[in-house]
């Protein structure tokens, strides 16, 4: 009787629109407010924020950098000098304390929004979702009981065999799943990663074959409970990329972009992803994957730099010689098959004319993000997943290939 003259049809469900006239707690809206009051707090003590994360933030303070880095109210600060935590815990609760009180966790090891953050061991931070994937599992309507070595089967990309479609409750389930799956891969577990962006791909009409990848994905996770992330640095100076594609795999022929860096140990940043557009050639479809990667690439210089760090290289390793021309020499390299590529692909010989990065030649048994582009089997998944994971450096695991292949280590 009150709302009846206000209720509307929205695609055939009753609907009424209502004007929210205060911030509530979940919403967008109340997180960018509080973000811009948080913001301006910050600002008046002296905290300048990163222009290229909105969430992070330094101060000086005797003569050290103070950071800070939150998501919407959950926030970890760290400098050198504990008293320095000390006094802004104070500050945070003198500023924010008659809403509650602002509690905070010390030591070496955090859990922070479904992480566990372990600074245990100098120069390095070990990165666990164990809780998580445990939760994950228990939450599947079916027992994940078995274990698989490998994330994926080689039909990974394939429609598979079995085209019946889900019921609506299995839907559900996959849509979680797949959902939980990207919360994780993204945060604590790359070696998943490119499993995710394909079942990614899958999510608006998952058959039974897609069904069975998602179980082969679990029963991985579920012999890899206790896996977890490892970070460090040889040079915050130096960042590496390794980047690669995988032509033609996907059911509509369009290729498959794979890429991390590190900095020694660890995938800081993963990438997985089905390409936008369609490609004639394994070398144009390794120019689309640059093209994928290189905003990130430049990105993730211009953050180290405002967090203190001046970038000297910039690298990006890539296995194929053909698209390194093209990304180095631009239209001078360009043949008939290649000149359809729209410019935008050569914006890379840009910024490698720039010095903002520069390409290097890996061979295609070294292209470590390769499980990013394929379902890798064997040794092969071991010692990329290793190196995406941190189990050990980068250069650690090269030379283990090298000895496998029965080359020189060096």
């Known amino acids: 009787e009150v709302y009846g003259p206000h209720v509307v049809y929205n695609r055939g469900e009753k609907t009424v629109y209502v004007q929210v006239l205060r911030a509530i707690y979940g919403m967008l809206i109340a997180s960018s407010l509080w973000h811009k009051r948080f913001r301006k707090d910050l600002e008046a003590v002296k905290f300048v924020f990163n222009p290229c994360d909105p969430c992070a933030a330094n101060r000086q303070i005797n003569d050290h950098q103070q950071t800070i880095k939150f998501h919407v109210d959950d926030l970890m600060s760290s ?32 859990d922070y929004l479904g992480m566990r953050f372990d600074f245990s061991e100098k120069g390095k931070v070990k990165i666990d979702m164990k809780d998580y994937v445990a939760n994950m599992l228990d939450q599947f309507p079916e027992d994940i009981k078995n274990t698989a070595d490998n994330p994926a089967s080689t039909d990974l990309f394939s429609e598979g065999d079995v085209n019946e479609p889900l019921d609506d409750a299995k839907k559900k389930d996959f849509h979680h799943s797949v959902a939980q799956g990207i919360y994780v891969c993204k945060r604590a577990r790359p070696d998943i990663h490119q499993v995710i962006s394909v079942l990614c791909t899958r999510v608006k009409a998952p058959n039974k074959s897609d069904w069975k990848k998602l179980i082969r994905l679990l029963e991985y996770l579920n012999g890899t409970r206790d896996d977890y992330l490892t970070l460090s640095a040889d040079d915050l100076r130096i960042i590496k990329w390794f980047v690669d594609a995988a032509f033609a795999v996907h059911p ?26 369609n490609t004639k050639s394994s070398t144009t479809s390794e120019l689309v994957a640059a093209d994928d990667v290189v905003d990130t690439m430049l990105w993730s210089k211009l953050f180290m730099k405002a967090q203190g760090y001046e970038v000297k290289q910039n690298i990006f390793y890539q296995d194929n010689k053909r698209a390194m021309l093209l990304e180095n020499n631009g239209k001078k390299s360009s043949s008939k098959r290649t000149r359809v590529i729209n410019v935008r692909y050569f914006f890379v010989t840009d910024q490698i004319a720039q010095g903002n990065v520069s390409v290097e030649y890996c061979p295609t048994d070294e292209m470590l993000s390769d499980c990013l582009t394929k379902p890798t089997q064997g040794s092969k998944f071991k010692f990329q997943s290793q190196a995406a994971m941190g189990v050990k450096s980068v250069e650690e695991i090269l030379r283990e290939v090298r000895m496998q292949m029965g080359v020189s280590p060096d």
Request: glycine fraction near 12%.
């Open 79 to 110: 400098h050198v000098n504990s008293e320095v935590n000390d006094d802004f815990l104070k500050w945070l609760n003198d500023m924010y304390g008659g809403y509650g009180e602002v509690k905070a966790t010390r030591g070496k090891i955090h």
């Open 252 to 277: 509509d022929f369009r290729s498959h972009t794979g890429a991390f860096m590190t900095f020694g140990r660890g995938a800081v940043i993963s990438i997985s992803r089905k390409q936008k557009i």
